[in-house]
C-alpha cells in the first residue's frame, strides 16, 4: 500500500500541475491534490477514513453530472460514437474534455475507495 499510495500522490500532484492551462484549474488543481494529500497520508500510515468518504461522495456527484451534461458522457457515447479521447493531449472538442473529466473522477474515486477500505481493516486490527 506504501508504493500504491506514494504512485498515486505523485501522479495526483502532476495531474494537478498540468491542469494550469485547462479552462478551469480553480477547479481541478484543489480536487487532484485533496487525493494526493490524503495519499500522502496514508503512505506515512496516517488515515482519515471520513474525509475518504468525503471525496468519494463529492467526486461522484461531481462525476454523475458530468455523465449527464451536454457534451457529457452520455453525449459523447450517442452522438459522437465514443470517438477517441486520448488521440492527442488537446481536447479539441468540449465532449472530449467532459469525458476525460469523468474518467479523472472515476480515477480519483477508486483511489480513494482502496484506500478507505484499508483503512477500515488497519484501524479494526
Keep these: 500500500m506504501k508504493i500504491f499510495n506514494i504512485f498515486f500522490c505523485v501522479v495526483f500532484i502532476v495531474f494537478a500541475a498540468l491542469q494550469y492551462n485547462d479552462p478551469d484549474p480553480y477547479v481541478w488543481m484543489p480536487i487532484y491534490l485533496y487525493t494526493a494529500a490524503l495519499c ?6 496516517k488515515f482519515f477514513p471520513g474525509a475518504y468518504l468525503t471525496g468519494v461522495a463529492v467526486y461522484a456527484v ?10 457529457g458522457l452520455i453525449d459523447w457515447i450517442t ?5 477517441d479521447i486520448a488521440n492527442t493531449m488537446k481536447a479539441e472538442t468540449p465532449w472530449v474534455e467532459e469525458t476525460r473529466e469523468f474518467f479523472g473522477l472515476v480515477i480519483l474515486i477508486v483511489v480513494l475507495l482502496i484506500d478507505y477500505v484499508y ?6 486490527k
Design 40 to 45: 500522502w497520508l496514508a503512505y506515512r500510515n
Design 62 to 71: 461531481y462525476a454523475l453530472y458530468k455523465v449527464f451534461d451536454t457534451n
Design 79 to 83: 452522438k459522437h460514437h465514443a470517438q
Design 119 to 124: 483503512a477500515r481493516r488497519k484501524i479494526k
